[in-house]
Structure formats: structure tokens, C-alpha cells
């Protein structure tokens, strides 16, 4: 036998024994390419991490699991991500950039409503199917656009399980204040507040908009205190809030009850404010429940853990509604049979799963919606509250003055 047979056989066997050992997701020789704009820097970078770590680890785990299902032929998933710097107009030349440029099959979405209803233009303009969690406003569905879904319940009703718990509790507020920021989502929210609170017999003493990243509120809070308003609920993101409740504490200014859109649900805000940030209320979607089951992740509490345990905080709605997302533009792929972004648009319009994040079926406008469960802080504990079906534990109430705690 030559040396050049030798070298020969010997290179086929190294062939053979390579494809032998190959990794389960290395087999997946075709790709689907999820593409993405996320606050990575910038002041909403600590919420925008939680949709990078959430889109990151459901396309890991379909990998994992032996990809995408396509007319009987497995497909890896695979995700193009920018960081958009928390710049609306630099996210928006990033998705057609994805989708001109970069051709990615399918869109992930950004955080924050006036993001989601801004990029949504250019999926919409493409034919591009896109699945955001990270935009509630009511505005981005209500413009009868075809190609965008959203997993996040309709901001006019993030409320909504609040102003129930506040007619139940004792001494019942006689007066609230409802404060929002200038964006799109917290519009939004404001503008289906005003109603409940009317419904529910709620006097409205201050009805105050504030600007975006806004960081004095001292006005608005010496307001608060001169008219003695008993509740105050807050619609604005996560360092306009701790902004807020710093304030508060530095004017003393204590009414019964503080509750925000945001915030209360992430570990980084509760550790940023330490014991001011007992009593406060919030809202959330999801909680880690092992009665929410998943194909991928077994249940929430299963995936909360795994999680945790990647990128070492713990996730909160934002990182389930990321996950969901991705599951779901993955269900539409499989049950369309096909990447076309036509037949998997049609497909989302008709998805029905349970996620770790809950049930996703899309209405008529493309938006999910799943009650709001009231949470409060107390002491060191995160604890829900009041939910779709009514009460679910004693709140702490009232808030007692700063200096009495």
C-alpha cells in the first residue's frame, strides 16, 4: 500500500469519525435566522438584556431539542441581534437593515412601546412577520397591520386588577393620582385608567403627564402631599420610578399606596432601593408557576431556575414574554409547514400553545391579553396579591410614614 492510499483511507476515517461526533445541532444543516434590535446601552439597557437572554436561551433550547420541524426536515435557529442604544431612530435603520441586508427570515421585537410601534412600520413594509414582547401600548394594534404580534397584555389595562384591589381595601382611598410619562405605552395606560377609576368611584384629584426619562418630581410630589392624595399610581419605566420613590422618600411624602406599571417585579429594582422599596405595589403577567407548562422548558419554575442559573439574576415577565416570542414564531413555522413569511404570518394569526408564559392565542388585532396580577413588596419578599380571580393574599396597607418604618 502507497503512502498517498495510506494518507487517503486514513483521511476518510477522520471523516467519518468527525461526522460521527458531531454535535446534534451541527447536523442542522439549514437555518432560520431570527433578527433583532434590543436596548443594549443607554438608559433602558437593564430591561433590553432581559430580551437578549430570553431570545438567546429559547433559541439555544429548540436547538437543543432538535431544531425547527419543516416539511420533515430540522432547521437550527439561529439569532442576528443589534444594540440599538435605546435610540428609536437607530432601531428602526436596524431592522431594515435586518431585513434588507441581512435577510433574516423572521423578526424578534425591541423593548418599549414607542420602539415596537415604530420597528413594526418596517416589518409591516416588508412582509415580515415580527413577535415582540416588549410593546403593549394599544397604539401598535390599532393601525390594522397584518404582520406584527405582540405577547404583551394591552397597556390601557395594566391597571385594571389595581383599581379592583383599591375598591376592596380598608380604609378605601378617597382620592388618586395618576401620573404617566409622555411615550406611547404610558399613554396608553393612563387613557384605560381614567375610565376604570371612574367605573370603580374613584376620585381623580391629579391627572399629571411628565416627560419621558424624566429625573425631578419633586413638583409633582409636593403636589401629592398638598392635596393628601391616598393613592398614587405611576406609569413610567424603571429609573424614572426609583427617581420617583427616592424623591418621595427625601420630600416624606407617604399617601396610603404607591403602585407602578414597572419595576417592582425585577430583582435589580428591589435591590436599588433596599427598604425603600417595602410596600410598594406593581403588576406582572407572569410568575414563575410549575402550572405553567412548556414543550421546551418543562414549566416556568423549571425555566426561572435554568435561567438563573445562565445568567445569574432572575427573569422576570419581559424574559417569559421573550420566550414566548420565539416558541411562537416557531409553532407557526411548524404548523405552516414552510418559512414562507406569508404562510407563517397566517399561521401566527391562528397559533394556539401553552408557553411557560401562559396561553398565547393572538385576538383579531394580533395582541394577547393575560390578567395582571398585583404584587407588592413586603419586607425582602415579593408577593402577589390580587389576580384575575380576586384576592390571593393580604396586602400591607396603608404605607406608613418614612420615618415610621
Same mark, same amino acid.
Given at each position: ?172 382611598? /378617597? @382620592?388618586? !393620582? ?6 406611547? #405605552?404610558? &399613554?396608553? %395606560? ?5 375610565? $376604570? ?51 418621595? /422618600? @427625601?420630600? !416624606? ?6 403602585? #407602578?406599571? &414597572?419595576? %417592582? ?5 428591589? $435591590? ?134
Amino acid at each position: 500500500m502507497n503512502s498517498v492510499f495510506k494518507i487517503s483511507r486514513l483521511s476518510a476515517l477522520l471523516l467519518v469519525a468527525a461526522a460521527v461526533s458531531m454535535p446534534s445541532d451541527a447536523v442542522l444543516a439549514k437555518e432560520i435566522v431570527l433578527g433583532a434590535s434590543v436596548q443594549l446601552t443607554g438608559p433602558v439597557a437593564n430591561t433590553g438584556r432581559y430580551y437578549r437572554d430570553a431570545y438567546q436561551l429559547a433559541v439555544d433550547r429548540v436547538n437543543a431539542a432538535g431544531g425547527v420541524k419543516v416539511d420533515n426536515e430540522s432547521y437550527k435557529l439561529v439569532l442576528k441581534l443589534y444594540d440599538n442604544q435605546s435610540d428609536v431612530n437607530l432601531s428602526v435603520r436596524q431592522y431594515t437593515q435586518l431585513v434588507s441586508q441581512d435577510k433574516v427570515d423572521f423578526l424578534l421585537g425591541p423593548f418599549a412601546s414607542n420602539f415596537a410601534l415604530a420597528d413594526s412600520a418596517v416589518s409591516e413594509k416588508y412582509k415580515i412577520p415580527m413577535v415582540q414582547g416588549g410593546g403593549a401600548s394599544d397604539q401598535i394594534f390599532s393601525r390594522a397591520f397584518r404582520y406584527i404580534f405582540g405577547t404583551l397584555a394591552p397597556a390601557s389595562n395594566y391597571f385594571g386588577s389595581t383599581v379592583e384591589m383599591l375598591k376592596g381595601l380598608d380604609p378605601a382611598p /378617597k @382620592s388618586v !393620582a395618576l401620573l404617566y410619562a409622555d411615550d406611547a #405605552f404610558d &399613554v396608553s %395606560v393612563a387613557e384605560g385608567t381614567r375610565p $376604570k377609576l371612574k367605573k370603580a368611584g374613584l376620585t381623580l384629584v391629579m391627572d399629571e403627564r411628565y416627560s419621558t426619562n424624566a429625573t425631578d418630581f419633586n413638583s409633582l410630589l409636593s403636589r401629592i402631599k398638598s392635596k393628601n392624595v391616598d393613592a398614587v399610581l405611576v406609569a413610567g419605566h424603571e429609573t424614572e420610578i426609583l427617581n420617583f420613590v427616592r424623591q418621595a /422618600k @427625601s420630600l !416624606a411624602v407617604a399617601p396610603k399606596m404607591y403602585s #407602578f406599571t &414597572v419595576g %417592582v417585579p425585577s430583582e435589580d429594582f428591589r $435591590k436599588a432601593l433596599g427598604k425603600d422599596a417595602d410596600y410598594a405595589f406593581g403588576m406582572t403577567a407572569w410568575l414563575p408557576s410549575a402550572d405553567l407548562k412548556d414543550r421546551w422548558f418543562g414549566d416556568a419554575a423549571q425555566f426561572a431556575a435554568v435561567y438563573k442559573a445562565k445568567f445569574g439574576y432572575d427573569p422576570d415577565y419581559h424574559a417569559a414574554s421573550g420566550v414566548a416570542d420565539v416558541e411562537a414564531l416557531v409553532q407557526a413555522v411548524e404548523t405552516a409547514g414552510s418559512t414562507d413569511p406569508a404562510k407563517v404570518r397566517d399561521a401566527l394569526a391562528k397559533v394556539k400553545f401553552d408557553s411557560l408564559y401562559g396561553p398565547v392565542a393572538f385576538n383579531e388585532n394580533g395582541q394577547i391579553d393575560l390578567p395582571q396580577t398585583v404584587i407588592q413588596v413586603q419586607v425582602d419578599r415579593l408577593v402577589a396579591i390580587y389576580g384575575g380571580n380576586g384576592k390571593i393574599a393580604p396586602p400591607k396597607y396603608p404605607m406608613p410614614a418614612w420615618n415610621a418604618r
